[in-house]
């Protein structure tokens, strides 16, 4: 059975830093793609960053330059550093999997089958 599990959201004040990770049970991270999402209370699901199974990695504009998606193979595990971070990154953060087929909709959440559990990140001004 797929899992997946965040861990590293907290409340910090604007201009922290913040790791998340994304333990995944299953098959190795490289065989398919990870994404992360996030949701702020009233608003849909929004895509964040993607990484995919060759590596190639995808962030919504407005995280460009602060947030950094990685991967470790040996552990199994999707890490989304979050620098700078502002009061807008408020959301629970959501790490899913996708399958390789779906590596066309990697921005979407249609193109994940797994979704983790969720952890919130608090900014402060």
């Known amino acids: 059975q797929v899992q997946l599990v965040e861990s590293g959201g907290g409340l910090v004040q604007a201009g922290d830093s913040l790791r998340l990770s994304c333990a995944v049970s299953?098959?190795?991270?490289?065989?398919?793609?990870v994404g992360w999402f996030r949701q702020a209370p009233g608003k849909e699901r929004e895509f964040v960053a993607a990484?995919?199974?060759?590596?190639?990695?995808y962030y919504v504009d407005s995280v460009k330059g602060r947030f950094t998606i990685s991967r470790d193979s040996a552990k199994n595990t999707v890490y989304l550093q979050m620098n700078n971070l502002k009061p807008e990154d408020t959301a629970v953060y959501y790490c899913?999997?996708?399958?390789?087929?779906?590596?066309?909709?990697?921005?979407?959440?249609?193109?994940?089958?797994?979704w983790g559990q969720g952890t919130q990140v608090t900014v402060s001004s």
């Open positions: 899913a999997r996708g399958d390789v087929g779906a590596t066309g909709n990697v921005l979407r959440t249609s193109g994940y089958d797994y």
């Open positions: 299953g098959r190795t991270v490289t065989n398919y793609n």
């Open positions: 990484i995919t199974w060759s590596a190639t990695t």
